[in-house]
């Protein structure tokens, strides 16, 4: 049954668990997320972005989601748009049947330049008021993604922002938060602590100087009912980059948010955890695999197969890990 993100995270906040959110853009990827919660009786959050959107086209994305609900009618769904940027991406996606969006109003429209505050308040606060005048959820950003080891802002296509940002960009500031959630009313907040989206997060094993998890802390502290939202959640699992590599992929090593480290924020609060990067590498290691293994090999299902199966367990793993299992 299709909920909003509003309805799932309170009753995340009541028990006490997160709910990894992940990204798909077509059947494999919306079949491993489904099929797996199916196993462990967790709640789902499916998120589109614009790209998925273009890549699938709105009717596809639309018409796929209502068979993945229909197929698997007991379980929880909410179906949002990740990183909208503009009030029509918002808009549009609720005409598709989307129960929560995001207006990532951190950035402007060019997704890549950080806005100033007024602007973000601004165009959040309208899109919160329409999608609640049709009984859909918000999220909102404030503070911008991206390195506290470079100080390099990051795009939401993973480009990097302009120029290098100060830590009261790179760091959502409590204060603000606070002023920022009753200006514009959203149902939960994503919030900057040192991630970033894609594989290349940190150079080495984070720790609190370049994955600032006392942020999360803080504004916890001082926003203890508000819904938290951490973006650029993958762990970029050594082993999943070790055997990309050994099927002939070329990954340079790197670090991402350790599973501990999430699970310690949701004792601070965080509710839905976004994974992207995860799952497209644990998919692209089976494509890998079985190029290598059986160079002859051309029919799609035999590489799209494992690779479902590959994230389906990814998916599986988060589900028990963020508490989200049992909860369906
Ligand atoms: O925010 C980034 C997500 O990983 C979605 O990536 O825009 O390539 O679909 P995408
Ligand atoms: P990752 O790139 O770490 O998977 O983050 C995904 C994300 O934040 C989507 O909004
Ligand atoms: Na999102
Ligand atoms: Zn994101």
């Known amino acids: 049954a299709r909920i909003t993100l509003r309805q799932l995270l309170d ?15 077509n059947m494999e990827q919306g079949l491993a997320v489904m099929e797996a919660a199916a196993q462990v009786d967790a709640p789902v959050i499916l998120q589109a972005s614009r790209g998925a959107r273009s890549y699938a086209g ?12 229909a197929l698997y009618p007991t379980i929880p769904l909410c179906l949002h748009q990740d990183h909208g940027n503009s009030e029509a991406t918002c808009l549009t996606a609720l005409q598709h049947g989307f129960t929560s969006v995001m207006m990532d109003g951190s950035l402007m429209a060019d997704a890549k330049t950080p806005a100033p505050y007024a602007y973000n308040v601004d165009i959040t606060r309208r899109v919160a008021e329409a999608a609640h005048w049709v009984g859909a959820s918000v999220e909102g950003e404030l503070g911008v993604l991206g390195s506290l080891e470079t100080g390099q802002g990051e795009a939401e296509d993973g480009h990097g922002a302009e120029g290098v940002l100060s830590l009261d960009q790179l760091c959502t500031d409590p204060d603000q938060a ?8 959203v149902d939960a907040l994503a919030i900057a602590m040192g991630t970033s989206h894609g594989a290349y997060k940190f150079s080495r094993q984070p720790d609190g100087d ?37 099927y002939g992929g070329r990954m340079p090593r790197t670090w991402g948010v350790p599973v501990d480290e999430i699970v310690r924020g949701i004792r601070f609060g965080v509710r839905k955890i976004n994974i992207d990067t995860d799952c497209r ?7 890998r695999k079985t190029a290598t293994e059986n160079p002859a090999e051309f029919d799609p299902r035999k590489f799209l197969k494992p690779a479902m199966d590959a994230m389906k367990a ?6 028990e890990q963020f508490g989200a299992a049992g909860n369906a």
């Open 11 to 25: 009753h995340a906040a009541e028990r006490d668990y997160g709910v990894p959110a992940f990204n798909i853009n």
């Open 58 to 69: 709105d009717l596809m994305l639309a018409h796929m989601i209502d068979a993945l609900e």
């Open 178 to 185: 606070l002023d920022f959630v009753a200006a514009t009313r």
């Open 210 to 246: 370049i994955l600032a998890m006392d942020v999360v802390e803080a504004i916890h502290e001082r926003l203890s009912n508000t819904h938290l939202v951490m973006h650029g959640s993958s762990s970029v699992p050594q082993e999943l980059q070790d055997l990309f590599n050994a």
């Open 281 to 287: 590498l644990a998919m692209a290691v089976q494509f």
């Open 314 to 319: 990814l998916c599986r793993d988060r589900f």
